[in-house]
């Protein structure tokens, strides 16, 4: 097994390199506040119904945007906060939609599951586990037919390596040989279960039993994220084949906002190990330091903006007005 | 100059044809559909002209090719999906319930699913349980989903290139055993209105509603009827989503009378879907309960005798509205 890590000299140059990286930190850190907001709003009642936290795994929702452009597809789960932000949704339309308001991202009519947005190429988040990848694949399908140049990344859970229609799209991928990269979040739990006593085998095997282009990479290090997306990407938009990315990763908080008592399943010195020292935004910060992209004052700056940017966006959307009734009916058909 | 006349399976393939030429945007997904054109030869014909570019050979991958087709239908193309038997769309059921019908509205309506899932019903070709089944009532339960059910040569080209022309996604089942029937379809481009019902005969003492399938047998029912001095009228939906409830409810006050044909399970069916509509419509114009017909409640059997006992005939039907005429001729 390849284990990809980042070689920030890689040939680039510096100047931009160093933008590139603090932006990543930025994205990572406006997720991070993002998610506490909705904790605090589901923690205070504010928030109809549940949310699944991405706090723990920004890396891997920035690691692979950052390797995309803005017109490429991208498909997300019921845990898909990060993803909807990675590429380039923003705060105060996603919150209105996690409270139910028109001026939500699908006029309150999605919620925390079903954010999507045509002009950042989301194709919409899925809560049905492994939803998704016939969507993605068929984005990544259309791409080549119309030969717009565009790559279609299709983020899953772990979970989703149960579902059999993920194998029929990955075969069919790699036979038309589509621009698509399948991203496996592996945060090592299927909801309240340990992922190796629902996965035999390999997960790397699996795709690499189609011929996919597989690699491993530390969900932590946005970086190595980064260079492992781009050359799976770069290879998909240049008609080589799908790909298939497993990024390592941990997510802080319960299944979903109410799963408090988690010792059941996991114990708190395993949630402490990865919050204190496999922290993606830490690590990433201690980078930037130690190559000098960055101080602690810019990078506490950073996190000032992001906690005002969503602190603004949740007072948008708390403000903003429920849909009226009649917009029930609306929208069932195109 | 005589009508020309088309078989149903021809009248499918030419509204493909025709839609392929004019949109480069439409290709067909499925097992077998290019060389083979499908084992009931629908396609024959079209990978010549189109390629297989655009009739794309799967894998025997019902819920990877489907969903497939939904993101290609989200990012700018208009598949055409083919499942070769009603009953495999159980494989692409996820797909078609929980993305395709539902992409448009829980996006608050930012992304389109112009989608068309063609696929067969029907019994009496002794194929048994898993090779018979009629199952558009699973589709046309679910909003989002628009469910077509051609019943003649000329409604299945005009019905087949409206759905394409959709901006949602449409199921569109084909009666296997109508594949050879026979009638006029015009050269010319037409297109029919999804959710425009039409009476295929005129009478005045009982309706016969009846989809695909159970057209013919209403009409052979309406002729053996005649015989008898009753006057059937006969009424077929063409879509049971949306469906023409005002057609129906019009023939229902004008005969009194009402027997709903349709080939699918009559319990939870599409078949008590339109007797509730005319019961909740027309309850005090008739004369009797809406009766139902359909399959009979079983998993379709193979051996013959048995088969055919299960679907309504042109016999079971005209004793049916017999019985209920009676008291009043
Ligand atoms: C088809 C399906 N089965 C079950 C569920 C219920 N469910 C929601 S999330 C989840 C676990 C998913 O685990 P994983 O894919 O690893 O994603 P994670 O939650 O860890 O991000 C389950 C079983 C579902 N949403 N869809």
């Known amino acids: 097994m390849t284990t990809a890590t980042s070689n920030p000299q890689a040939g680039r140059d510096r100047a931009s390199d160093k933008q590139l990286w603090i932006h990543a930190y930025r994205q990572m850190v406006r997720i991070r506040l993002f998610e506490e907001q909705v904790n605090e709003l589901y923690t205070r009642a504010l928030m109809p119904g549940l949310a699944h936290l991405y706090s723990g795994e920004e890396a891997v929702a920035v690691g692979v945007c950052e390797a995309l452009r803005l017109e490429d597809y991208i498909t997300s789960t019921h845990r898909g906060h990060g993803h909807c932000l990675a590429k380039g949704a923003s705060p105060d339309r996603m919150f209105a939609e996690l409270l139910g308001k028109e001026a939500g991202y699908c006029r309150g009519k999605g919620g925390s599951m079903h954010i999507a947005d045509p002009a950042t190429g989301n194709l919409g988040a899925n809560a049905i586990v492994g939803g998704s990848v016939g969507i993605a694949t068929g984005a990544a399908f259309a791409a080549k037919r119309l030969g717009n140049g565009r790559v279609a990344v299709c983020f899953f859970g772990e979970g989703a390596l149960g579902q059999g229609s993920l194998y029929e799209v990955m075969n069919l991928a790699q036979l038309w040989k589509l621009p698509v990269l399948y991203v496996c979040e592996n945060n090592l739990y299927n909801e309240y279960t340990h992922y190796t006593e629902t996965t035999a085998g390999t997960i790397l095997g699996r795709a690499r039993a189609f011929g996919l282009e597989a690699t491993v990479v530390d969900g932590q290090d946005v970086r190595a994220v980064r260079d492992a997306a781009l050359r799976l990407v770069t290879r998909a938009r240049a008609g080589e084949g799908p790909g298939f990315l497993e990024a390592d990763t941990y997510r802080y908080s319960g299944h979903h906002v109410g799963d408090i008592n988690r010792e059941y399943y996991r114990s708190k010195q395993e949630e402490h190990y990865w919050k204190s020292e496999r922290d993606p935004i830490q690590l990433h910060a201690h980078w930037l330091m130690k190559q000098g992209c960055a101080d602690r004052d810019s990078l506490d700056q950073i996190a000032v903006e992001a906690r005002a940017e969503m602190v603004e966006a949740v007072k948008f959307a708390m403000a903003a007005p429920y849909p009226s009734t009649h917009q029930v009916e609306e929208d069932v058909y195109a | ?329």
């Open chain 2, 1 to 329: 100059m005589p009508e020309r006349e088309l078989t149903f399976a021809q009248a499918v393939r030419e509204a493909l044809a025709e839609e392929m030429r004019h949109d480069p945007r439409v290709c067909i997904f499925g097992e077998d559909v290019a060389e083979a054109g499908t084992p009931f030869k629908v396609l024959s014909g079209l990978v010549e002209e189109f390629g297989p570019e655009r009739l794309i050979d799967t894998p025997i991958s019902e819920a990877g090719f489907t969903g497939i087709a939904v993101g290609a239908a989200m990012t700018g193309l208009r598949p055409v999906v083919d499942i070769m038997f009603g009953d495999f769309v159980t494989l692409a059921m996820d797909q078609m319930v929980n993305q395709a019908a539902k992409i448009h509205y829980m996006s608050g309506g930012h992304w389109r699913v112009p989608m068309v899932l063609r696929t067969t019903l029907g019994a009496t070709r002794r194929s048994a349980a898993q090779h018979s089944q009629s199952l558009h009532a699973w589709f046309s339960h679910i909003p989002g989903l628009k469910v077509v059910l051609p019943s003649t040569p000329y409604d299945a080209k005009g019905l087949l290139k409206a759905a394409i022309r959709d901006e949602n996604p449409v199921v569109f089942f084909e009666d296997k055993m109508m594949y050879k029937l026979k009638g006029p379809v015009p050269a010319e481009d037409y297109a029919i209105p999804l959710g425009v019902a039409e009476v295929k005969r005129s009478g005045d003492d009982i309706t016969l509603v009846a989809t695909s399938s159970m057209v013919q047998v209403a009409l052979g029912a309406a002729n053996l009827l005649e015989k008898q001095s009753i006057s059937a009228e006969v009424i077929d939906p063409r879509t049971t989503w949306p469906l023409d409830e005002a057609a129906i409810l019009a023939s229902a006050k004008k005969t009194s009378r009402v027997i709903v044909l349709d080939e699918g399970y009559g319990r939870y069916g599409v078949a008590s879907e339109i007797a509730a509509v005319i019961a909740e419509g027309a309850f005090y114009d008739l004369d009797a309960p809406v009766k139902r017909m359909g399959a009979m409640q079983v998993p379709i059997p193979f051996s013959p005798p048995l088969e055919d006992a299960t679907v309504p005939t042109e016999e079971t039907v005209c004793a049916a509205a017999r019985a209920m005429c009676k008291h009043q001729l």
